[in-house]
């Protein structure tokens, strides 16, 4: 065991065993320091699970060198297609992915063993939600309408929405909107901005 540790770089059996159960370190990995001669023999036959690890992640991200992790998306940051992403390793919870730049990832950039390289599958489309808001310089008849139709010509689906208007006609809006990848958020952003009457429009994250 204490070779094992040295050679896996861990101080301690439980700080091994910590990363076992993130999915840092695979099973896989311990077998070959302690019996290399059993993992060998078992990698020249077939592997039972080539099937089910040809399958694509929940969620369509490609997860490099680790299998069956829980992955999931971060609300703080509400990834998309087109957004550079990292795989960050929670107690508990399995993989969450974060966008490159979001605050989470900023503040834990020291703790490099809880992250893994995760790449978005361009194969196989998904909707993901992504919230946006729209500031309002004078609040008119049919405006909301005209956003709403802006967001629907690029094909968005809208899922939530929260319409503020102040005492002196201006507003904010804020859009839950699901989309296939960043090109599409940012040409229904741009298909807003051209409204008359819309001051500014811009994704919400880190909330």
Aim: aromatic share 4%; with cysteine.
């Amino acid at each position: 065991m204490k070779r094992l540790l040295t050679e896996l770089g861990f101080p301690s059996a439980d700080d091994l065993l910590a990363s076992v159960g993130y999915g840092k370190t695979s099973v896989q990995q311990v077998l070959g320091k302690l019996a290399p001669a059993v993992v060998h023999e078992a990698d020249s036959g077939p592997d039972p699970r080539a099937q089910k690890a040809a399958k694509k992640p929940e969620g369509a991200v490609k997860i490099s060198g680790v299998d069956d992790l829980l992955v999931r998306f971060a609300k703080c940051c509400s990834p998309v297609p087109g957004d550079g992403i990292v795989g960050f390793i929670t107690r508990g919870r399995g993989l969450t992915v974060h966008a490159r730049d979001c605050l989470t990832v900023v503040k834990n950039v020291l703790d490099k063993e809880r992250f893994i390289t995760v790449e978005w599958d361009g194969g196989a489309p998904t909707k993901r939600p992504v919230r946006i808001a729209v500031y309002i310089g004078q609040d008119r008849p049919g405006l909301l309408t005209e956003i709403t139709g802006a967001i629907s010509s690029r094909h968005g689906n809208i899922t939530k929405a929260e319409v503020t208007v102040t005492e002196d006609r201006r507003g904010l809006n804020h859009f839950v909107v699901e989309v296939d990848d960043l090109r599409q958020l940012q040409e229904i952003m741009q298909e807003i901005r051209e409204i008359k009457d819309v001051i500014n429009v811009e994704r919400i994250r880190n909330q």
